[in-house]
């Protein structure tokens, strides 16, 4: 656990110094007339300080961190397929289309997170995306891509 | 007198059969999402945001007013009948709510939780009514100086309550203010960290931050495990609590609701910290305090009416001030710049019938919750019964759709999801969100008055400290940074998160 604080605080420290550059580069003005790069210098600056602070305090504490221990073990595999599967929702929206999308991510996840039947994800599918292709593009008239469809 | 010809105003404004079905609307969703466990209010109202586009201004605000004191209804009843709190606002609600279940009395832990929150409602709608126009009219004396530290002891105050660690807190509001700096400069116009990027152009939004960090990163948490949730099997019922009940119970609503109010128009002060408060201070006063945590109606009383006095309270700075205290007030103050409206000093003046309709929409709002949630309890407990993993789904995609629809650009999605990731490791290291989103809502509100006080002051930062209403915001945000090294270690801050 302690390396892990640790490691939080060295990747704020790094943020911090890259947004301290970015902001430079952006000009910081002068103190009666803030350029563009002055206010978030001034949050990087403070940040540096945090983090340094977190750092110094995590590796001079004596007392031992608890680790955290977890009867169960995470399943990343779930974590992984959720991010896959809504980057490729967004990416895909606009060509194929909010149904077909609707439908396809609905299945996946009851299929592959607490997989269900076939039978089951397929209809939850189909009721999924009809009924939300009801409530948002007929009811509100939201402009959501038809894609290949075309309504 | 002339604050009752406003309030009668605010009625004939309200109970137009339009406001009235958005007002009906809004505590309806409101409910629902109290009672679905994550998915909160704030993201509620970026779903529904922009569906507002074409509603006019004051049925929006009722809509969407009626969806953050609704939740506060809704979060109570999963909190006593499954001891999973709907809201972080009734956590507390399960310490002795769940107990009053497994012995029976759900009925009356779940009545007195709705009409506390109902008599909570109607008290702090009234002081709002004679709190909220002298405070603008106060507010009209300050300038960017006096706004800026105001916005710095608002995060203050967030950063002292929140959990863990001081620093955390902090780092996290130094990169909420970062990513509020993503996009054009409000002054220059200069592009900042966009990195050639059109849709990085127009800043990071709040809707797809918000969705992120607080629906996105639930579900991936829930999933990674295998999620179980025991459902109280009984039928709920005798909604009313008996005589002894009511007798305990009519101190800690009256304090809880007092509580809710004063403690919820501190900027920063968000509504769950009052409902801490309430419930020690029930603990403390009870002849019998170790008996909470096994039962004790007071101990469900009065912090279920301090969550719904702060949640009503939050509207004063939001109002008055223009000042947001959350996600969900920001996306309210969002809300009525869409549609042309100031939020600030003068919007009382200047658009009446937004305000005071708005008042008055609560107190009937509140009445539509005591009627639609006691008789609905059943139907409320059956939505819980529903797999989560049909649940999470749906949560997914109205994430996706509600990022999406705000600008209809595939990128929002990106976003909403690269913040889901982000809450998803900030929840695994103990960092809160709640800073980090206060910081991103106040960010480009603080730079401009910052920079404005800059201007004025022909150079230096003396300007902060030479007006006395900014000193005194700025020596109050110092004192409650630098208050854990006297009370040793947090101890205060420990004591009411633990309720001990």
């Known amino acids: 656990m302690k390396r892990i604080i640790i490691y939080c605080n060295i990747f704020w420290l790094l943020f911090a110094i890259l947004t301290c550059i970015e902001s430079y580069r952006l000009k910081l003005g002068e103190i009666n007339h803030p350029g563009p790069g002055f206010f978030p210098f001034g949050a990087g600056l403070v940040m540096i300080i945090l983090s340094l602070m977190g750092l110094f305090i995590t590796i001079t504490k004596k007392e031992e961190f608890r680790e955290v221990s977890s009867e169960e073990k995470i399943r990343w595999w779930n974590i992984i397929i959720i991010i896959g599967a809504i980057s490729g929702y967004a990416f895909s929206l606009d060509r194929v289309g909010f149904l077909i999308n609707t439908f396809l991510f609905i299945t996946l996840l009851l299929k592959v997170i607490e997989p269900q039947s076939w039978k089951k994800s397929i209809i939850g599918g189909v009721i999924t995306a009809i009924a939300a292709n009801f409530v948002f593009n007929v009811v509100f008239r939201v402009q959501i891509p038809s894609g290949i469809l075309g309504f | ?500």
């Open chain 2, 1 to 500: 007198m002339e604050v009752l010809q406003h309030l009668n105003f605010g009625f004939s404004v309200a109970l137009q059969p339009i406001n009235l079905i958005y007002c009906f609307i809004g505590v309806l969703i409101g409910t629902l999402v109290g009672v679905l466990p994550g998915v909160g209010p704030s993201a509620a109202l970026s779903l529904l945001l922009p569906v507002t586009f074409y509603v006019p201004p004051v049925s929006t605000i009722i809509l969407l007013a009626g969806i953050t004191y609704g939740a506060m209804y809704g979060g109570s009843t999963t909190s006593i009948l499954v001891n999973i709190p709907g809201e972080a606002a009734s956590v507390v609600t399960c310490l002795d709510g769940y107990q009053m279940a497994r012995k029976g009395r759900a009925g009356a832990a779940l009545g007195i939780s709705a009409i506390g929150s109902f008599f909570a409602g109607t008290i702090t709608i009234f002081l709002l009514i004679f709190l909220a126009p002298p405070l603008a009219n106060f507010a009209l004396k300050f300038g960017p100086p006096e706004y800026f530290s105001l916005m710095v002891l608002g995060l203050s105050i967030m950063v002292y309550l929140a959990k863990g660690s001081i620093i955390n807190a902090l780092i996290m509001v130094c990169f909420g203010l970062i990513i509020g700096c993503i996009g054009l400069d409000q002054i220059t116009g200069v592009p900042r960290f966009v990195y050639k990027s059109i849709t990085l152009m127009d800043g990071i939004g709040l809707v797809q931050v918000v969705i992120g960090l607080f629906g996105v990163s639930e579900v991936l948490i829930n999933v990674e495990k295998s999620f179980k949730r025991e459902i109280f099997d009984t039928r709920v019922k005798g909604l009313l609590p008996n005589k002894e009940e009511w007798k305990r119970s009519i101190g800690p609503i009256g304090r809880g609701s007092l509580i809710g109010f004063f403690l919820g128009i501190i900027p920063g002060m968000s509504v769950v910290i009052p409902t801490f408060v309430s419930y020690v201070l029930e603990k403390k006063l009870s002849r019998s305090p170790e008996k909470f945590g096994t039962g004790m109606i007071e101990g469900v009383a009065g912090p279920e009416s301090a969550n719904n006095a702060a949640s009503t309270a939050v509207l004063v700075p939001t109002l008055s001030l223009g000042i947001p205290t959350g996600a969900s007030t920001a996306l309210l103050l969002g809300a009525l710049m869409i549609h042309g409206i100031r939020p600030g000093p003068l919007l009382i003046k200047e658009s009446p019938d937004v305000f005071w309709g708005l008042i008055a929409s609560l107190y009937i709002g509140n009445i539509m919750l005591i009627v639609l949630n006691l008789p609905l309890i059943g139907l409320w407990v059956k939505i819980l019964k529903v797999p989560y993993h049909y649940l999470f789904s749906l949560i997914l995609l109205l994430c996706i759709i509600g990022s999406y629809i705000t600008n209809n650009n595939f990128y929002d999605i990106i976003i909403m999801l690269t913040f889901g990731i982000i809450g998803y490791l900030m929840k695994k290291f103990n960092y809160e969100a709640a800073p980090l989103v206060l910081a991103l809502v106040l960010g480009p509100m603080m730079e401009k008055a910052f920079q404005r006080s800059l201007m004025m002051s022909e150079g230096g930062f003396r300007i902060f400290f030479e007006r006395s209403i900014s000193a005194t915001f700025l020596i109050l945000a110092l004192l409650i940074l630098i208050s854990p090294i006297f009370l040793g270690k947090r101890r205060l801050k420990e004591e009411l998160k633990s309720g001990d």
